[in-house]
């Protein structure tokens, strides 16, 4: 399994590069957007990678990201949507776009992409609504294992990553906002307010939208749930 390449850029072409690795030419297949975004020739360029081997294929897809492979990985696991089809959607809605879209139900916002119809889109949209909280949060690197399941190494580096959120927060002039209301953790509407913030959303907004959640919804369980009862409370709107 080949996990990362990292090279010259040797050759660029519609919808896949060559990278040369110590005279090894890698041939990797790209999103639209991925490959807009990549140096100039003969430049150094490092992908991470996913390969797709099929009977009558075998091919290197490629990302800039981790957190776009991960949407790669969750879009090839809804029935009907293969390689190809999923690296044309990253390239035309991008993973901001998407990942409203899927908690919004805007089907709309995703038949955008060429090729992808009403009925690859509402199942995208039905099959991924409970995964991409998860994802989002993966991506920001917030999230780990329950606390009854980690480590005491693993339980003091959460405890470590969630005060630095809230220290992070209070240079926004916004933490006071979350810390009014206790019954939900001040750590877990810190994680929410960086995934919201991640997606475009200013820290004022965010946290408004948090608040208006956490004041009038009992029993808020997880990230997944507050992040995404905030994204109904804000309008749809675009990501590049």
Same mark, same amino acid.
């Given at each position: 399994?080949?996990?990362?390449?990292?090279?010259?850029?040797?050759?660029?072409?519609?919808?896949?590069?060559? /990278?040369? &690795?110590? =005279? !090894? #030419?890698?041939?990797?297949? @790209?999103?639209?957007?991925?490959?807009?975004?990549?140096?100039? %020739?003969?430049?150094?360029?490092?992908?991470?990678?996913?390969?797709?081997?099929?009977?009558?294929?075998?091919?290197?897809?490629?990302?800039?990201?981790?957190?776009?492979?991960?949407?790669?990985?969750?879009? /090839?696991? &809804?029935? =009907? !949507? #293969?390689?190809?089809?999923? @690296?044309?959607?990253?390239?035309?809605?991008?993973?901001?776009? %998407?990942?409203?879209?899927?908690?919004?139900?805007?089907?709309?916002?995703?038949?955008?992409?060429?090729?992808?119809?009403?009925?690859?889109?509402?199942?995208?949209?039905?099959?991924?609504k409970d995964k991409a909280p998860e994802t989002i949060s993966e991506s920001l690197g917030t999230r780990k294992k329950p606390l009854a399941e980690d480590s005491s190494e693993m339980q003091m580096e959460r405890v470590?990553?969630?005060?630095?959120?809230?220290?992070?927060?209070?240079?926004?002039?916004?933490?006071?906002?979350?810390?009014?209301?206790?019954?939900?953790?001040?750590?877990?509407?810190?994680?929410?307010?960086?995934?919201?913030?991640?997606?475009?959303?200013?820290?004022?907004?965010?946290?408004?939208?948090?608040?208006?959640?956490?004041?009038?919804?009992?029993?808020?369980?997880?990230?997944?749930?507050?992040?995404?009862?905030?994204?109904?409370?804000?309008?749809?709107?675009?990501?590049?």
């Open positions: 399994m080949i996990g990362k390449i990292t090279g010259l850029l040797e050759y660029l072409g519609s919808d896949h590069v060559v /990278i040369d &690795v110590n =005279g !090894v #030419g890698y041939e990797v297949f @790209l999103s639209d957007r991925a490959i807009s975004s990549l140096p100039a %020739l003969g430049e150094r360029v490092s992908v991470f990678t996913e390969m797709v081997v099929r009977e009558d294929l075998l091919q290197i897809v490629g990302f800039l990201a981790r957190s776009e492979r991960s949407w790669y990985r969750l879009l /090839i696991s &809804v029935q =009907g !949507v #293969g390689s190809k089809a999923a @690296l044309k959607i990253l390239g035309t809605v991008g993973v901001n776009i %998407l990942f409203n879209a899927i908690l919004s139900d805007d089907v709309t916002a995703i038949k955008a992409t060429p090729g992808v119809g009403t009925k690859i889109a509402q199942r995208i949209v039905s099959e991924l470590v990553s969630n005060v630095a959120a809230v220290e992070n927060h209070k240079n926004d002039g916004i933490v006071d906002q979350l810390l009014e209301n206790s019954s939900v953790g001040i750590e877990l509407q810190a994680e929410a307010l960086s995934a919201l913030k991640h997606l475009g959303y200013s820290a004022t907004e965010s946290a408004q939208a948090i608040a208006k959640v956490i004041t009038s919804v009992e029993n808020i369980e997880n990230f997944s749930q507050l992040v995404k009862l905030a994204l109904h409370q804000l309008a749809p709107r675009d990501f590049s």
